[in-house]
Nanobody, 117 residues
Framework: QVLLEESGGGLMQPGGSLTLSCTAS????????MGWYRQAPGKQRELIAV???????IYADSVQGRFTISFDNAKNAVYLQMNNLKLDDTAAYYC???????????WGKGTLVTVSS
């Protein structure tokens, strides 16, 4: 069992920055990836950034160049630095962890990001 605890959401003006954090309750085993998804009202949940156990990040086109995902091994935490926020970034952001060696897939409860002027 893994618990994922997210934090860092909030209200920000367009052009501003926020950093989301997601801390896992234990270390991961084998190959894994951790990612951030978001779901805007009336839309499907979409993957926006993921980082794997090799440290390789992948971004959705919509956030490429603005968002940065990183992982802290010591804290079992993944971060999403969001810069130059846009109105369309408004959504609930969810942390996800896939532990492939154990076939596990976990979700955080989500944190709300609102971009508004």
């Amino acid at each position: 069992q893994v618990l994922l605890e997210e934090s860092g959401g909030g209200l920000m003006q367009p052009g501003g920055s926020l950093t989301l954090s997601c801390t896992a309750s234990r270390m991961f085993i084998g190959s894994w990836d951790m990612g951030w998804y978001r779901q805007a009202p009336g839309k499907q949940r979409e993957l926006i950034a993921v980082i794997n156990s090799g440290g390789i990040p992948i971004y959705a086109d919509s956030v490429q160049g603005r968002f940065t995902i990183s992982f802290d091994n010591a804290k079992n935490a993944v971060y999403l630095q969001m810069n130059n926020l846009k109105l369309d970034d408004t959504a609930a952001y969810y942390c996800n962890m896939k532990e492939y060696s154990l076939g596990l897939n976990y979700w955080g409860k989500g944190t709300l990001v609102t971009v508004s002027s």
